[in-house]
């Protein structure tokens, strides 16, 4: 898929998903612009690391590694969409991330600690602190990027997108497991000389039922790979957005939250080709 189909799609995720901390709609984002370093450290387990969202490439890359990560510095993590790029800078910007930078003090050891710095063409913010200093809108977003340092993928909530406006390159879909805020699946495709880029993204807003349900797919972008080896592993997607979308849409919640997610198979070619009962 084209850049520009692929901005077009990460401009749709922007003007659907714009929230708390934002004065008004944001610019476009030109995802060559955008440029996200996060340290991580800290915690229980004395977390220290540091990765690259790297807009121009569509990478996320490691800087260093120090205690408790599965990557090396200079490895792609996980390549990510140019729609996956601008979504978290849209949500970064929406939470403040210009008019809130500084330095918040750190008030216990076990708190993660974050050092984010990003830049979106000329204009920079560097923002310092933990988890609970740091403004809650603000640490959200953060612990969005954060997740992509363990390869987990934050779910894109798009409702103004259909099925059609997404990539669908041919893949198989396998086993497909959802715990907590984690979904795996295994998923199939051939290739094994570029990068594949997948997106797990719900379109078309919230169904209503008991409990409500929504649409979704994998997305796949082979990078029009040539080569035909026949490859299969496992995609890890985060799904902490889809489950802050339902508070904002329907309020606080008084016990747990159930969401039927019904999954687009490439297989069957049905909108529930998968059914799986989400509970956050």
């Known amino acids: 898929m084209g850049r520009n189909r692929m901005r077009a799609i990460g401009w749709l995720c922007m003007v659907a998903l714009v929230g708390c901390g934002s004065s008004g709609p944001l610019a476009p984002i030109v995802t060559e612009e955008v440029s996200i370093t996060l340290a991580v450290s800290g915690g229980l387990i004395g977390q220290s690391y540091e990765f690259l969202v790297d807009g121009e490439t569509s990478e996320v890359v490691g800087v260093r590694c120090e205690a408790h990560c599965d990557f090396e510095a200079g490895e792609v ?111 199939s495709y051939g290739g094994g000389c570029r990068p594949h880029r997948m997106d797990l993204v719900t379109y078309g807003g919230w169904l209503e039922s008991e409990p409500v349900q929504i649409n979704a797919l994998i997305t796949h972008d082979d990078g029009n790979d040539p080569c035909d080896a026949f490859l299969t592993e496992e995609r890890i997607f985060d799904l902490s957005p889809l489950a802050r979308a339902w508070v904002e849409a329907y309020g606080p919640a008084s016990g747990p939250i159930h969401i039927n997610l019904r999954l687009w198979d490439p297989a069957s070619g049905s909108p529930v080709g998968r059914l799986l009962e989400l509970e956050f």
């Open 77 to 187: 993590i996980v390549p990510v969409s140019e729609a996956q790029v601008a979504d978290l800078a849209r949500r970064l910007e929406a939470a403040g991330v210009f008019e809130s930078a500084g330095d918040y003090e750190v008030e216990c050891c076990d708190q993660i600690g974050y050092d984010l710095r990003y830049r979106r063409g000329d204009r920079t913010a560097r923002v310092q602190g933990t988890d609970q200093t740091i403004p809650q809108e603000l640490a959200t977003a953060i612990g969005h990027v954060a997740t992509l340092s363990r390869g987990r993928v934050p779910v894109l909530v798009s409702p103004e997108t259909e099925l059609t406006d997404w990539p669908r390159d041919a893949y198989t879909l396998g086993s497909v497991e959802a715990d907590g805020t984690t979904l795996r699946a295994e998923v």
